[in-house]
């Protein structure tokens, strides 16, 4: 199979490529730089590149009419005062541009949302999901809430905060629950949803089988870490103060922290379970995730 995938250089889209190219699929990467592909890639030699800017439709290279399916992983997690518009702008002239060729399928990877008091973040990721969808080819969603795994912004967020503070004082907020799921587990539900036709014009909610807090996230990096911490929560203190304080203990910028915190203030589980019979698999638990990362010495981004 032919596979279009914008958001390469991405988190996601940088561990998907390899177990597409296991697969036997040939692999057609947009990217905005080659030579940043290039220089961070080990399959440059093993995929197409094409380049284009999705917020400059003029600078999108044609897509080969081929292309069997589509991911559309491209992201912006910064908090701008038109980041909705972006994101939208960014989908339609991904779809425009797709719909010119034959794909049958594009897999967009969304977040879970709070419908009781949804994030401007993830409202734009909903937003995004209108706009694919009115694409000619199949659209299937996947949403997650935290994903666990390097390069993973709210992952990192956990890292950093439980590698520098022994004493740590966090909104009460921190409680509110959420279902990680591995960035393993992520990467295979992409790959089997791929061209499944049960999995056509729908979304489908994925998570670990844990559902835990941001506070016991931390606690059980601490753990896995042989690390002693301690959380005191407060009951007033504000985004921005706590996006400040983020800032200068994480590797994330301001903007990023802003969003994320909006994001990680709402309770993100599970709402419907039917990926589970759709693609049956046993996700690893928050425990073994993190146990995965240290074995392999990825705690920070490869």
Not at 129 to 146: M, N, P, Q
Not at 263 to 275: A, D, G, Q, Y
Not at 277 to 299: A, F, N, W
């Amino acid at each position: 199979m032919k596979v279009l995938l914008a958001g390469a250089n991405g988190y996601i889209g940088t561990r998907l490529i390899p177990v597409l190219l296991e697969k036997g699929h040939e692999v057609v990467c947009l990217v905005r730089d080659k030579k940043h592909f290039r220089g961070y890639s080990n399959f440059t030699n093993h995929v197409t590149l094409l380049t284009g800017d999705l917020l400059k439709e003029s600078s999108i290279e044609a897509f080969p009419a081929d292309i069997d399916a589509a991911y559309y992983l491209v992201h912006s997690i910064t908090k701008t005062h038109d980041l909705a518009a972006l994101e939208a702008l960014s989908a339609y002239n991904f779809i425009h541009a797709l719909d010119k060729t034959n794909c049958r399928q594009t897999i967009f990877l969304s977040g879970i949302v709070n419908k009781d008091s949804p994030s401007k973040h993830l409202e734009s990721r909903k937003h995004v999901e209108d706009v694919l969808r009115e694409g000619k080819s199949a659209l299937t969603v996947l949403r997650a809430a935290i994903i666990v795994g390097p390069g993973s912004a709210a992952f990192e967020i956990i890292r950093d905060l439980t590698e520098k503070l022994p004493l740590m004082t966090v909104p009460q907020w921190v409680n509110t629950p959420c279902q990680p799921i591995a960035i393993r587990d992520v990467v295979a539900y992409l790959e089997s949803v791929m061209l499944n036709e049960k999995t056509f014009n729908r979304s489908f909610d994925i998570g670990g089988p844990d559902i835990l807090s941001f506070r016991e996230m931390i606690l059980g990096y601490a753990k896995a870490r042989k690390l002693k911490r301690h959380i005191i929560t407060v009951p007033f203190l504000s985004s921005k103060i706590l996006s400040c304080w983020l800032y200068f203990t994480t590797s994330l910028s301001y903007k990023m922290v802003l969003s994320l915190i909006s994001s990680l203030k709402n309770e993100t589980i599970m709402h419907e379970h039917s990926i589970e019979e759709v693609v049956p698999r046993q996700c690893l638990t928050y425990k073994e995730s993190l146990h995965l990362i240290m074995d392999h010495g990825l705690t920070k981004e490869q």
